[in-house]
């Protein structure tokens, strides 16, 4: 009997060495992430949670490298360099990606989305949206969660209360298509210029309005010099939080499901903390005397029609239908 006991006790042992030594043998994994935001940013710190989060649910065999402010490239090089698996992850709106798959340019289109929650929706229950999925693994991006990222806004040196009031408005637009066209379709003058140039440009009315997210707007303290704020929300702003599909396919099951936790977690903290600071800032603005209006965004969507009818000319209405109907 002594003998059996023994025997047992020493196969408990080692088949409990054996788990510890099956767990430690898993391989540790250094993940990069990029992009453009700097380390002040909502970007980053979701990042951080995206870090933290990885190494303790794999039990620290996932470590995230956090490389802000554009350190490995603008966000083309760094989507590309994902795709070819020398970054592991990166950030990237869905409109971006219409660079190599030019039919997702609409999810930067003006006016496409009610808010962000619409455009989730027609990403992710809608079967056009779960294609793009698709396509995009077959090209080695593999998206793990997608974020908001803000609305695109427009102040001025007027009062805009209307569609009417954007008539003649030279308002300062990166040189983009998509805000190019919200410009030009709503009445405005499309003022392309350099970033920096911006705020002095309003302060002398050298141009009489821009358009950006709020962060933005804050950030470079344009309600400084401009009254008004127009919550026009022509342009919603994603960030799809991207793996490379070569890397993710490396890692352990665990890991692929440490990685993929994690980064659903980061990317509910990133939406939930953009919308707050919205809500914070449209307060504050206003303690700073900017006026806020809210103008009616159905003439600015009827005016945007050409830019759609020509989308469905060159790519078809798949899109446009599952945006339809994910609006209901």
Not at 97 to 126: K, Q, S
């Amino acid at each position: 009997m002594k003998r059996t006991l023994a025997v047992l006790l020493i196969a408990v042992v080692l088949f409990s060495l054996a788990g510890i030594a099956g767990a430690s043998a898993e391989k540790n994994v250094t993940l990069k992430i990029g992009f453009q935001a700097n380390t002040s940013s909502n970007e980053y710190k979701a990042a951080e949670l995206l870090a933290q989060k990885a190494n303790e649910y794999s039990n620290g065999t996932l470590t995230v490298e956090i490389f802000p402010g554009g350190q490995l490239g603008d966000d083309r090089a760094m989507i590309d360099q994902v795709a070819a698996g020398a970054l592991d992850m990166v950030y990237a709106e869905t409109g971006r990606l219409g660079l190599w798959i030019p039919e997702l340019e609409i999810f930067g289109y003006p006016f496409a989305f009610d808010d962000f929650d619409h455009l989730m929706r027609t990403l992710t229950e809608t079967e056009y949206g779960q294609g793009i999925y698709a396509q995009l693994e077959q090209r080695g991006w593999k998206v793990l969660a997608n974020a908001y990222n803000g609305t695109r806004q427009t102040t001025s040196n007027k009062k805009i209360e209307s569609i009417e009031d954007m008539a003649g408005l030279k308002l300062r637009v990166p040189n983009a298509e998509a805000n190019l066209a919200f410009a030009k379709y709503s009445g405005a003058a499309a003022t392309p210029m350099a970033f920096a140039e911006v705020y002095l440009s309003l302060k002398t009315n050298a141009v009489d309005g821009q358009e950006n997210p709020l962060s933005t707007i804050d950030a470079q303290k344009f309600y400084e010099v401009q009254p008004y704020c127009a919550l026009t929300g022509h342009i919603i702003n994603d960030n799809n939080y991207i793996i490379s599909k070569f890397v993710y396919d490396k890692l352990s099951p665990a890991q692929q499901e440490a990685i993929t936790k994690a980064t659903v977690e980061a990317a509910e903290f990133h939406t939930n903390t953009f919308k707050a600071d919205e809500e914070a800032l449209l307060a504050k603005f206003a303690e700073n005397g900017m006026t806020i209006t809210t103008p009616d965004k159905a003439p600015f969507r009827a005016a945007c029609a050409p830019m759609y009818d020509e989308y469905v000319k060159e790519f078809g209405d798949a899109a446009v239908k599952a945006i339809e109907e994910a609006r209901k």
